[in-house]
């Protein structure tokens, strides 16, 4: 890894080492709303777990998802770069007597790391809400590629590149129809195909803003297929009938705009 790459890493290293406590303790052990109705659904839906499969969790948090696939019998080890999400993650699973899944630090940019999480292989991969966070993809699609038993499956969910950016302002607006005053949520988009990181609050009131790294679907995919895989699946979940007046900006309010992009990877040929 470049010098630079080195430095942007540790910095987005050290701003989660100083989010997590606080973030586990704001979406608690079960994850919020966003994980619990959009994000684990899907990855769930196209992960298509057997009871026994073992499954590596890149980045894994507090282990919520990581809890929810043992929960149906599958294997799992799971990493993250932060220590204190670790050992969290840890804490809650103890608490639920939960045993068929094992937590390692381990960093997602550095291929070595990963790919010595365990000398056997894998039936899937899952990266949970976190390859946005990433100063790099390739070291782990290249270690996910070598682990992956064939008919592996890689799954993953990232904020949607096209409409939770920081090109984006949403807006309220409203407006007479017929002579009906009604109230419309939309997005403006600014800019979308330049790749660029910047820093932003996942979390309002999170003690440190990290770092996002934003790349449009042709960057994002187009490193999958530089790792040699094929994309098999996709879903691009909203929230609807969860409408919340009360909160005029939340992505309750806008039902026809997904704020995640979820998406099966596989290797040709398996």
Known sequence: MPDASKHLNAAVRAAWESNAEWWDDYVGREGNEFHRLLVAPAQ????????????????????????????????????????????????????????NVEFHVADATDEAQLRALSAEPFDAAVCTMAMMDMAELAPMLCAIRSVLRPGGRFVFSVTHPCFQTEGARMFVEREDRDG?????????????????AHRGLGIIGQPEPHYYFERPLSVLFGECFAAGFVLD?????????????????????YPEIPPVLVARLRLPGT
């Open 180 to 196: 009906e005053v009604v109230t419309v949520h939309g997005l403006r988009i600014s800019k979308y195909l330049t790749p660029e």
């Open 233 to 253: 699946g996709l879903a691009e979940p909203s929230f609807v009938g969860h409408e919340a007046p009360e909160r005029p900006l939340s992505w309750d309010n």
């Open 44 to 99: 769930m839906r196209l992960l298509a777990l057997t009871l026994g499969e073992r499954v590596l969790e890149v980045a894994c948090g507090n282990g919520q998802f990581a809890r929810e696939m043992a929960r149906t019998g599958a294997i799992v080890v799971a990493s993250d770069f932060s220590e204190k999400f670790v050992e969290r993650a840890r804490r809650h699973t103890d608490a639920e007597g939960i045993e």
